[in-house]
């Protein structure tokens, strides 16, 4: 029997459904639109199609866009000032630095100076440092969507046995850490792993966040496991996930394909993330 196919797009619309009704009260309360500035450097053709949807997203959602361009030659002192400012307007409840930036600019130290509160997404020392506590922040967004599609198809995660493929800053850790705190026993996987198929056998819940395509097979799934393949992968024949979706499909009972799977979560959840960061600065402002 095949597994389920997770509907990715239709997660993901529901999410910016709710997003769109909670800037609607954030602005009746408030009287004020949660602005969400993104900062590109450079003319990389995808960063640029990434910015492009996430501005058009987030005002369909309710909230005002600020767009601040950098030519691809900027130095690292402009684009410190750039967020410093932004850190400072009243008007800016959100910042997103498009990554990676150019080599003479240094992405994490330009991260490090967000405005924890503005951090939508959830890279900041201290909102990754708040996620490894089990404490409220903001958290990275493609996490959070693998999340909030495995609570949308009722996953069981308490007990289960969920394997993580990948460490990076921006997936595999904090993925390990919110499957943590929603009590799976957690296994992180990386390319110094020995025997990765055995590992990955183990899973109730085996999440592939690593960049290589189609490194999952068959053979390392178990029957009826839930598999989320977070890769996205340019190859000859187009875009490919980290897992072998065809083969894996007649073995696993519930699957993300690539496209449609994990990428439209992302944009979701940093709306998400956003319209909260909005709602908290504005709360925190508003005479009691
Ligand atoms: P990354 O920073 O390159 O990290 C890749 C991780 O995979 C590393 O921890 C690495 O291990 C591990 N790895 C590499 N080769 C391996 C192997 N043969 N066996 C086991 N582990 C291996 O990548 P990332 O930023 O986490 O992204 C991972 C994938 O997700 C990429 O395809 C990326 O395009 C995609 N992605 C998608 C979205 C989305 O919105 N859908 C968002 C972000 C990323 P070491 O730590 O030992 O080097």
Redesign the pocket.
């Known amino acids: 029997m095949g597994a389920r196919i997770i509907d990715g797009r239709a997660v993901a619309a529901e999410v910016r459904e709710r997003v769109r009704r909670q800037v609607q009260e954030v602005v009746e309360r408030h009287g004020v639109r949660p602005g969400l500035a993104t900062v590109l450097v450079g003319e990389d053709p995808a960063s640029q199609i990434y910015v492009r949807n996430k501005r058009r997203l987030s005002e369909e959602a309710g909230m005002v866009s600020i767009h601040h361009d950098l030519p691809a030659e900027a130095t690292q002192a402009e684009v410190e000032e750039l967020i410093r400012s932004l850190n400072a307007d009243e008007s800016v409840h959100g910042i997103l630095l498009q990554l990676p930036v150019p080599p003479q600019i240094d992405g994490d130290a330009m991260t490090r100076l967000i405005d924890p509160a503005k951090d939508v997404d959830g890279l900041t020392p201290l909102n990754a440092g708040l996620l490894l506590q089990g404490l409220d922040g903001l958290v990275s967004c493609?996490p959070a969507g693998v999340m909030e599609l495995l609570r949308a198809h009722d996953v069981e995660l308490e007990g289960a046995e969920a394997v993580v493929?990948?460490?990076?800053k921006?997936?595999?850790k904090p993925l390990a850490a919110l499957l943590l705190a929603a009590n799976a026993t957690v296994t992180q996987?990386?390319?110094?792993?020995r025997d990765?198929a055995e590992v990955c056998r183990r899973a109730d819940v085996l999440i592939a966040?690593?960049?290589?395509p189609r490194?999952v097979t068959a053979e390392m799934v178990r029957p009826g496991a839930v598999v989320i393949d977070?890769?996205?992968?340019r190859t000859a024949d187009g875009l490919a996930g980290?897992v072998d979706f065809e083969a894996v499909k007649e073995k696993a009972s519930l699957i993300t394909p690539v496209p449609g799977g994990?990428?439209p979560m992302?944009i979701a959840m940093l709306l998400q993330n956003a319209a909260t960061a909005a709602e908290r600065q504005l709360a925190a402002r508003s005479p009691r």
């Open positions: 493609t493929v990948g460490r990076s921006l997936v595999g996987a990386h390319s110094r792993t990765l966040a690593v960049g290589v490194l977070v890769g996205v992968n980290d994990v990428g992302t």
